[in-house]
Nanobody
Framework: QVQLVESGGGLMQAGGSLKLSCAAS????????MGWFRQAPGKEREFVAV????????LYSDSVKGRFTISRDNAKNTVYLQMNNLKPEDTANYLC???????????WGQGTQVTVSS
């Protein structure tokens, strides 16, 4: 089992920045990618960004590309999401996710709320 704890959400004006953190604990030895999704009220869960261990390859949704940056600290088993130039449409609950191999499982955090006012 892997446990995830997100932090860093809050209320921000449009154009501002926030940095989210997600700390993983438990059986993290076989984690090979970590990422972020978001879900706004009444909408489906949406992919935001992902980072693969080893290659450190990153992938972003078109809606956040150029504004958000995903990174990780291997020693702390923590993944970050730096969010710049926030827009009201970024308002959502941001959920951290990790995927492990052998066996392959995906774990989700509880989420941290980001609210962007215009």
């Amino acid at each position: 089992q892997v446990q995830l704890v997100e932090s860093g959400g809050g209320l921000m004006q449009a154009g501002g920045s926030l940095k989210l953190s997600c700390a993983a604990s438990g059986r993290t030895l076989n984690v090979y990618k970590m990422g972020w999704f978001r879900q706004a009220p009444g909408k489906e869960r949406e992919f935001v960004a992902v980072i693969w261990y080893g290659s450190e390859t990153t992938l972003y949704s078109d809606s956040v590309k150029g504004r958000f940056t995903i990174s990780r600290d291997n020693a702390k088993n923590t993944v970050y999401l730096q969010m710049n130039n926030l827009k009201p449409e970024d308002t959502a609950n941001y959920l951290c996710t990790v995927t492990t191999s052998l066996p392959q499982n995906t774990y989700w955090g509880q989420g941290t709320q980001v609210t962007v006012s215009s």
